[in-house]
C-alpha cells in the first residue's frame, strides 16, 4: 500500500473512532435523548447500554491495526441494525447516516483484513511450512 494510501486509510479510521466514540458515550451513560428513541422504537433500556459498549468498544478496535477488521465488522453490524430500525419506525429520511457509516467501515474493514492474518502468516513461516493464510 502506497503511504498516501496509508495516510488516508489512518485518517478514515480515526474519523470513524471518534464518530463512534462520540454516538457510543452518550449511550452508555443513558443520555435521555438516547432513552426516548430507544422507548420509541419499543428497544429494551438494557439494548441501549449494549449498542454504546459496542460502538465504543469496536471504536478502540478500529486504532488497533490487528483488530481494525473485527472492529469495523462490529460497526458494519450495528450500522444495519440502525437502518432497518429506522426503516422500521418509517424514518427513511433517518438511514444516510448510518448508511455512510457502514459503507466506511466496510471499507477500514477491507483495507485493514491483511493484518488479521499476518501473525498467522508469521507462524506458518517459523514452523516451516510454506502455506499462506489468504484474506
Known amino acids: 500500500m502506497s503511504k498516501g494510501k496509508k495516510i488516508g486509510l489512518w485518517v478514515l479510521t480515526v474519523l470513524l473512532a471518534v464518530a463512534f ?5 452518550p449511550k452508555l451513560t443513558g443520555s435521555a435523548e438516547f432513552t426516548q428513541n430507544f422507548a420509541r422504537y419499543g428497544l429494551p433500556l438494557w439494548f441501549l447500554y ?8 469496536a471504536a478502540l478496535l ?15 453490524c450495528t450500522m444495519v441494525g440502525a437502518v432497518l430500525t429506522h426503516l422500521k419506525a418509517g424514518e ?3 438511514v444516510v ?4 457509516l457502514l459503507v466506511l467501515a466496510v471499507v477500514v474493514g477491507v483495507a485493514r483484513r491483511h493484518e488479521v492474518v499476518a501473525p498467522f502468516n508469521r507462524l506458518f513461516a517459523r ?5 499462506e493464510v489468504r484474506a
Not at 447516516?97 to 455512510?100: E, G, I, K, S, T
Open 21 to 25: 466514540l462520540g454516538a457510543g458515550a
Open 97 to 100: 447516516a448510518p448508511l455512510v
Open 62 to 76: 478500529l486504532l488497533v491495526p490487528r483488530t481494525a477488521t473485527l472492529g469495523a465488522f462490529l460497526l458494519v
Open 50 to 57: 449494549v449498542t454504546g459498549a459496542i460502538e465504543v468498544g
Open 92 to 94: 427513511a429520511s433517518h
Open 127 to 131: 514452523g516451516g511450512s510454506h502455506q
